[in-house]
């Protein structure tokens, strides 16, 4: 029975976390490292080019979440596009705290093909060059004309960044993909409604982010989960 206590307890505090939000106009809140967290007040504002930007603030604590746009749809977190972002900030007892979600160092945990290359065959634990960091290889599968069609993580290595570029050993070396982002600094946000005519916008988040404290953004991440923002008041300038 013990061992189902510590389970028992993040669902009650999850289907708190969905139930609740539906009932305050406007909310925000979501779990921050496992423990319940909620903002006292909520804005979000649109620049004049279109871009988001949603404040939540407790008493000594800020979340902002940014998007490129207030299109309906999903923003992925981490990656080189620093529109797409969430950064937490806190200062207690005069111990200030910063993290974000920007391109830092860190195991990969995401990658898009980008060229599947030639004379390739299929494979596992696959061997990678390029990038900033080391240790990453790969599962391959290719056609029959030696062309790779998928590729997924094997080992996650460390140290790379978003954006790197990474050749496939093998083949004639031609095989790349890209890293869109690493463990260290992830995590996505949906906008399920855009309320142009009450001018209130709302949707749902999760992220990794680095301690921007520490060079170079070392030290233990900020993890953020089920989150939700409901009915946000939005104001038209940044």
Do not use: H
Not at 202 to 221: D, R, V, W
Request: some cysteine; hydrophobic content about 35%.
């Amino acid at each position: 029975m013990k061992r189902f206590l510590p389970l028992l307890l993040v669902v009650l505090a999850i289907s708190s976390c969905q139930e609740d939000v539906k009932f305050n106009t406007p909310g925000f809140q979501g779990l921050k490292d496992d423990v319940f967290w909620r903002a006292n007040d909520t804005r979000a504002y649109v620049s004049s080019t279109g871009q988001l930007r949603v404040e939540a603030l407790t008493e000594y604590e800020q979340i902002t979440l940014s998007t490129s746009s207030t299109n309906l749809g999903t923003y992925v977190l981490g990656t080189t596009n620093l529109n797409n972002a969430a950064t937490y900030s806190s200062n207690f007892n005069e111990v200030e705290l910063e993290y974000a979600t920007v391109a830092v160092p860190g195991p990969v945990s995401s990658i898009s093909l980008v060229s599947g290359g030639t004379g390739y065959s299929s494979g596992t634990s696959v061997a990678t060059t390029g990038g900033a960091g080391s240790g990453l290889t790969v599962n391959i599968v290719a056609n029959a004309s030696g062309v790779v069609t998928s590729v997924n993580i094997s080992s996650r290595g460390n140290a790379y960044m978003a954006g790197d570029l990474i050749t496939v050993a093998g083949g004639n070396l031609n095989c790349r993909f890209r890293i869109v982002n690493v463990q260290n600094s992830n995590g996505e946000i949906q906008i399920t409604e855009y309320d142009n005519v009450n001018m209130t916008v709302s949707g749902k988040f999760k992220f990794n982010a680095a301690n921007a404290n520490n060079s170079p953004f070392g030290g233990p991440l900020l993890n953020f989960q089920y989150g939700e923002f409901y009915k946000i008041p939005i104001y038209p300038s940044m």
